[in-house]
């Protein structure tokens, strides 16, 4: 078992197997059980029924599936159900999924009765890596992606690495490509492991992914140590969102998943270093080779220019000053580039012919 502490009071297990076990490995960490599990109707049978029977807790709740439910309807009736089943201050809940169930079992309890424990079971590599870890929670409004949130961190983030075993590939080369990015920020070393086509990933050893796992879980909880309301150095996971969420906006988020717009956003930022010095020629390649080899992603073709540049402007993230890039460097990155309309046409182009 791996054990890494992010804060005092949130700290993330890695444990391969774990989920069958969970009562005893909870009581073994002085964790209290949770009385209500949370999940999807596609992780309920395969992961969230077992998690609450190794519990002993009652059957879970199963939340509909797909981004477009990570919304307040779903956030108001796990206040009811959690009302119903007499849940109060002292009870914690758990959530068994991805990175929507994750983030509405963490808001949710962010507010119900003013605040109560959480503890998240992540079953998506994006979850486990990224969206698990740091205490970021929140929904989606009409008008925009997760405009609502809260920082509340769970207790205790549960990683049984054996549930990948269950997720299709695109949601698994949309994870890798968080991992490349934690990697590029804080571990280089973790990047020559993520240096394979995805077709070999199938046949990597069960210690592998718990290697990779927490590798990654490791920069980003050091990131998160430094800043947790992402005021200055959290920004750094920002790398490739800038265009990545961009091009998802223009396309509907319809055509890419968050981690293949991002994968995108990531070779448009190392091109944009690279023009700017930042960046040696090697490294770019050495940066896009690896995210190359877990695509092919589907192709940026038919987005036009202009129209990504619009997006570009709306950014969630924008100041005064505009949008602010983070750009790689042969070292990490650098945040805060303000970067130009015309730099960006000339990546996009690159892009465009590369795609
Ligand atoms: P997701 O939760 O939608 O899961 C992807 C799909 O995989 C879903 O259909 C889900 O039901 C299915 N699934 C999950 N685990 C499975 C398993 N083991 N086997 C088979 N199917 C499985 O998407 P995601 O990529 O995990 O997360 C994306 C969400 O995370 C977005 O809403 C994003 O905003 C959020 N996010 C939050 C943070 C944060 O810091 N809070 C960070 C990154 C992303």
């Not at 269950?166 to 280089?188: C, F, M, N, S, Y």
């Not at 140590?225 to 969102?241: P, Q, V, Y």
């Not at 998943?257 to 090697?282: K, S």
């Not at 924008?318 to 890039?325: A, S």
């Amino acid at each position: 078992m791996h054990r890494i502490q992010v804060t005092p009071a949130h700290e993330i297990v890695v444990d391969r197997g774990c989920l069958a076990r969970l009562g005893g490995l909870l009581d073994g960490l002085g964790v209290d059980r949770p009385r209500s599990v949370v999940t999807n109707t596609t992780v309920g049978p395969l992961h969230g029924v077992r998690a609450a029977e190794a519990l002993g807790a009652p059957a879970p709740i199963e939340l509909p599936d797909g981004e477009a439910y990570k919304r307040w309807g779903e956030v108001a009736s796990l206040f009811a159900r959690w009302l119903e089943g007499g849940l109060h201050r002292q009870h914690t809940v758990m959530a068994v999924g991805g990175g929507v169930v994750t983030d509405l079992v963490g808001f949710a309890s962010a507010v119900y009765l003013r605040g109560i424990r959480w503890l998240a079971a992540p079953t998506t590599l994006l979850a486990m890596v990224d969206a698990a870890v740091g205490g970021k929670t929140g929904f989606n409004l009409p008008q925009g992606k997760n405009l609502v949130g809260a920082f509340w961190p769970p207790r205790l983030v549960i990683v049984d690495s054996e549930s990948l075993a269950t997720l299709p590939v695109r949601e698994l080369r949309a994870g890798l490509v968080e991992v490349v990015k934690v990697a590029w920020v804080g571990d280089h070393v973790l990047l020559d492991l993520l240096a394979r086509p995805i077709a070999e990933y199938g046949s990597i050893p069960p210690s592998a992914w718990d290697d990779l796992v927490v590798r990654a879980v490791q920069v980003k909880a050091g990131v998160v140590r430094k800043d947790l309301r992402e005021s200055g150095a959290r920004k750094a996971l920002n790398l490739g969102h800038t265009l990545g969420h961009a091009l998802e906006a223009a396309t509907e988020y319809q055509r890419f998943l968050h981690g293949e717009a991002v994968a995108w956003g990531i070779q448009a930022a190392a091109r944009l270093a690279r023009n700017r010095g930042l960046l040696d020629q090697e490294e770019m390649a050495r940066l896009c080779g690896v995210l190359n080899g877990l695509g092919p992603f589907p192709s940026v073709d038919l987005i036009g220019v202009d129209d990504a540049l619009d997006r570009l402007a709306l950014d969630k993230k924008r100041d005064d000053l505009g949008v602010g890039w983070v750009l790689p460097t042969n070292d990490g990155v650098v945040l805060d580039q303000r970067v130009s309309a015309d730099e960006v046409r000339q990546v996009l182009g690159e892009l465009k012919r590369f795609g």
